[in-house]
């Protein structure tokens, strides 16, 4: 039973949504708990095959339930049931989660500025008697003690930087871009524009996705050609967590534009009427911020 008016807020039916997925959560976690278990303990072996299996079966739990769960909230909103107290709290909510991935993103940045300004040039700085890192030089990028870094010209053992004006640029350009297209997206919205909507949000679809290409087609190069990997001391560390997490959002937010565009085409959106757009939007936005303070202070710097 459903109770709603102008004055109160939309209280939906009971659902076994949120039971079903937290069910998927744990299948799959410990699916991924016997799989890593395995690979260190060979008395567990046997539970190498079950622990896979469970994760995929985990995973497409999650997916159904998470389409099944998104596409009710779908209905509820084209059928009325979300009036202007529903709407502020779906805007208060969105601002909270991206206020929490901003808090993400510094921590990982802190990690960067503190092993890059602290801690890489104070393991360079211990006196040559008692230091246990002899020859390390402290500077950055550094591939930790041991390691070699060079110019532009790979050797076995050694790694090579990621220069910023090749592929990153383009990938900066190519996000830049997405944001003015979402942008024009927008104004089409706002002017009952359907085929100008539709065409912003299908060009914003396609940079995401060619961006995602060029940094698929960076990490082979980084791990076949430049010696650059997750194990490459401080430097391939961190380049990796932060523009890996990065990626994984920029995934997300690609997703999140493929299920906008399909509702634009099927007419979901009004000019006065469009939280669902506008929260993609934003999370859009805060990607191409987090983008360029990676190619500035990762790339570049």
């Known amino acids: 039973m459903t109770t709603h008016s102008n004055n109160h807020y939309y209280v939906p039916h009971g659902a076994l949504y949120p039971v079903v997925l937290s069910a998927g959560l744990l299948t799959l976690a410990s699916g991924f708990i016997f ?24 995973a497409a739990i999650i997916l159904l339930m998470t389409f099944k769960w998104l596409s009710a909230v779908v209905v509820e909103s084209i059928t009325g049931q979300y009036k202007k107290w529903e709407d502020k709290s779906f805007r ?31 393991l360079a700085a211990f006196d040559p008697i008692f230091t246990p890192y002899k020859d390390f030089l402290g500077t950055w990028p550094s591939a930790g003690p041991g390691g070699t870094v060079l110019g532009t010209e790979y050797k076995p053992g050694t ?30 919205l706002l002017k009952d524009n359907r085929k100008q909507l539709i065409f912003g949000l299908f060009l914003t679809v396609a940079l995401g996705t060619a961006f995602l290409v060029c940094q698929a087609f960076e990490y082979h190069e980084a791990y076949t050609h430049m010696g650059l990997t997750l194990g490459s001391g401080a430097y391939g560390a961190t380049f990796f967590m932060l523009t890996g997490f990065h990626g994984f959002h920029v995934t997300l937010g690609t997703i999140m534009l493929i299920v906008i565009l399909l509702r634009s085409m099927q007419g979901h959106f009004s000019a006065k009427s469009h939280f669902g757009f506008e929260g993609v939007a934003w999370y859009w936005h805060f990607v191409d911020v987090v983008w360029l303070g990676l190619f500035i202070f990762v790339y570049w710097l």
């Open 92 to 122: 208060i909510g969105m601002i909270v989660f991206i206020c929490s991935e901003v808090a993400f993103f510094a921590a990982f940045f802190g990690a960067l500025f503190y092993m890059r300004i602290i801690s890489v040039p104070d």
């Open 159 to 188: 790694l090579t930087p990621m220069a910023a004006w090749g592929l990153p640029a383009i990938n900066t350009a190519l996000l830049l871009s997405s944001g003015a297209t979402i942008t024009w997206a927008h104004w089409g």
């Open 35 to 58: 799989s890593v278990a395995t690979d260190k303990n060979k008395d567990l072996a046997y539970l190498q095959t079950p622990g896979k299996w469970m994760m995929y079966i985990g």
